[in-house]
């Protein structure tokens, strides 16, 4: 079970609190049985043994937190790819200090940006410190733009992001840019979480080839799109209605009127050969943590490695992306990619 502690002193209020456990059949039932409290929660391990609570009194404000440290290159604007109607689409890379002076091959991470499939950017200022972090943490982390709804609906963007991924496997890239094409990542949050989700489990075949990805790392993604999935996780009706859009089917459809719900849901595709995947989540933010839990599930039932990290609060996406949580993913992210 994951070791709790209680930090600051005796007068300081509890303002976070962290609960952890792998990806079990019975860590997914202690997920459920926390979903409806706050302060404090208990972190149950995978036997449901109850444990101490841990409580963290960082200030709950994401990656805003993180300050890069000197001599991480940023080579920005870069093309991946054009697609028929003449889009340009782009990626940023961040290499991590010193990276020129080694001839080692570094392992990757794909960043894959928010904004509920409709707008945000990967030079957005948190979305650029993300690229940050991840190259001071030594890999060579690519912030990616995709096609946007209105303009496209899916699957454009989980298209866009899946030839970002075999772009920078291609051997001219992975040598210009010092990648090991065998460990590559993705991480994403909000929208970028259900599509580096996604990267993660629709695939085929071996890790290493095509647009596959040996670990994800995904925040707050929603990941069941299908009506009948939100609808039993009390999705707001804002959510339905920028899925809907997302997808080009109307709110609420059944899954029979909109069959792209499956296709474009993580959840639908575990299986065996999927990589290992970290969840973050928070238990009272826009997307309901019934998503994290659906994940989990699907992914313990499967068989394949996942840890779970659910915080107290209505914090979203990268904001739940604090000190803490940044220590937890980047040890997950090198446990697996190296």
């Not at 202690?30 to 409806?36: D, Q």
């Not at 629709?202 to 790392?217: F, I, K, M, N, W």
Request: glycine share 10%; with cysteine.
């Amino acid at each position: 079970m994951t070791s709790t502690r209680r930090t600051g002193g005796s007068g300081t209020r509890a303002r976070r609190v962290v609960w952890a456990a792998a990806a079990t059949a019975a860590a997914i039932a202690s997920v459920s049985a926390l979903s409806g409290f706050h302060v404090p929660l208990r972190e149950i391990d995978p036997k449901g043994a109850e444990a101490a609570s841990e409580v963290v009194t960082a200030e709950l404000i994401g990656i805003r937190t993180f300050t890069a440290p000197d001599r991480i290159t940023v080579e920005a604007d870069v093309e991946y790819g054009v697609r028929e109607d003449g889009t340009l689409l782009t990626l940023d890379v961040c290499t991590p200090a010193g990276a020129e002076l080694t001839a080692e091959a570094l392992p990757a991470v794909v960043s894959i940006h928010g904004g509920s499939w409709a707008r945000g950017d990967k030079a957005n200022a948190d979305w650029r410190n993300t690229c940050l972090w991840l190259a001071s943490e030594g890999f060579v982390a690519a912030s990616v733009n995709y096609r946007l709804v209105p303009d496209v609906r899916f699957p454009a963007a989980i298209d866009d992001v899946a030839l970002a991924v075999e772009w920078l496997r291609d051997p001219e890239q992975a040598e210009r840019f010092g990648i090991d094409p065998a460990r590559i990542g993705a991480f994403g949050g909000s929208a970028g979480g259900n599509l580096a989700a996604l990267l993660g489990t629709a695939g085929e075949g071996p890790l290493d080839t095509g647009s596959r990805v040996a670990a994800v790392a995904e925040l707050s993604g929603p990941v069941g799109l299908g009506a009948a999935e939100l609808a039993a996780d009390g999705a707001s009706d804002w959510l339905r209605r920028i899925v809907g859009e997302y997808l080009d089917c109307e709110p609420g459809a059944s899954d029979e009127q909109c069959p792209q719900a499956a296709d474009a849901s993580a959840a639908s595709f575990a299986d065996p050969s999927d990589p290992p995947v970290f969840i973050g989540h928070a238990d009272a933010e826009v997307v309901p943590l019934g998503q994290a839990e659906r994940f989990a599930a699907a992914l313990a039932a499967a068989g394949v490695p996942a840890e779970v990290v659910i915080v107290s609060g209505a914090e979203h996406s990268i904001g739940i992306l604090d000190a803490e949580m940044r220590a937890r993913v980047a040890a997950f992210l090198h446990a697996h990619l190296g």
